[in-house]
Structures are given as structure tokens and as C-alpha cells.
């Protein structure tokens, strides 16, 4: 699987749970007990930075600039693994009603943290292994030229 899919699938799933919390955030949050407007609005808020997140995932899906990949896997990386840990001491504090509701989306975010951090370290190992190539091939270069200061140097592209 290329980290094409990981964005894209992740994408879609931002935007679905970004319409849930916008549109219905107080049957998203009934699992909390009572849902005051305060939390309702909060959770729109989420909703509409999960629409942007969505967004971007899915435009930076088709990227090849490893650097800017690798940004976007450890924004995506960070914001589960806080989920996870947010979920987590929710349901230490037992402030869900249902308890399985907190289980099933620290087990969600964390899913997405594991797909997030394998690609991180695939894009890392594949930039070294270029970066390598590289410094391989410079190394080559001056073996077979010469190397800078020999005097008896001769560079093909001088006169």
C-alpha cells in the first residue's frame, strides 16, 4: 500500500467524521452523557478543523517531495497520537457514558497512528537510502576524476 492510499482513505474519513460533528455533534457526543451547547459548539469546531485536515490530506496526496511529506505524516502522526492520549485520560476521568464509545475511537486514532508512523519511517529510510545513492556517486566522481587539490588533476569539462 502507498502512503497515497493512507492519505486519501484518511481524508475521507477526516471529511465523514468532520459532516458527523458539524452537522449532528449532539448524537456524536451523546456518549459523553448531557451535551450542553458549549460542548455541541466545541464539537463543531473540531468538525471544521477536521474539514481542513481532510483537505489537505487529500491534496498532498500525489506529493514527491519527501520533506514536505514527511511534514504532513508527522502532523497527521502528532494529532493521533494526542487523540489517543486525550481519549485515554477521558476514560481514566470515566467521563464517557459509554464506555465502549472511548475504546472504539482511541482504538481508531490509533490505527490511524500506526499507518501514519510506518509511512513516516518508509519515506525517512527511502530518503536515506537517495541520500546515500548520492553521496555514493560524489564519491565515485572524484575517484574517477581526481580528487579537488591533486595537481595533476584533469577535468573533463575544462579547457
Known amino acids: 500500500m502507498k502512503v497515497r492510499w493512507l492519505l486519501s482513505v484518511s481524508a475521507v474519513l477526516y471529511w465523514f467524521f468532520a459532516v458527523m460533528k458539524i452537522f449532528n455533534a449532539r448524537v456524536f457526543q451523546a456518549p459523553l452523557g448531557d451535551v450542553t451547547d458549549a460542548v455541541v459548539m466545541v464539537t463543531q469546531s473540531e468538525g471544521a478543523i477536521l474539514l481542513g485536515l481532510g ?3 487529500w491534496m498532498v496526496r500525489s506529493v514527491t517531495n519527501d520533506h514536505a511529506l514527511t ?3 508527522v502532523g497527521n502522526l502528532v494529532w493521533q497520537v494526542a487523540m489517543v492520549a ?3 485520560r477521558a476514560l481514566m476521568l470515566h467521563l464517557f457514558a459509554v464506555e ?3 475504546v472504539n475511537t482511541a482504538i481508531f486514532h490509533g490505527l490511524l497512528g500506526i499507518g501514519f508512523a510506518v509511512y513516516l ?3 525517512h529510510r527511502a530518503t536515506r537510502s537517495r541520500q546515500s545513492r548520492a553521496a555514493s556517486r560524489q ?4 575517484v574517477l576524476w581526481g580528487l579537488p587539490g591533486d595537481p595533476e588533476m584533469e577535468w573533463p569539462f575544462v579547457q
Open 55 to 57: 483537505v489537505i490530506n
Open 71 to 73: 511534514a504532513i505524516l
Open 86 to 88: 486525550i481519549v485515554a
Open 100 to 102: 465502549s464509545g472511548g
Open 121 to 123: 519511517v518508509r519515506t
Open 139 to 142: 564519491v565515485w566522481f572524484l
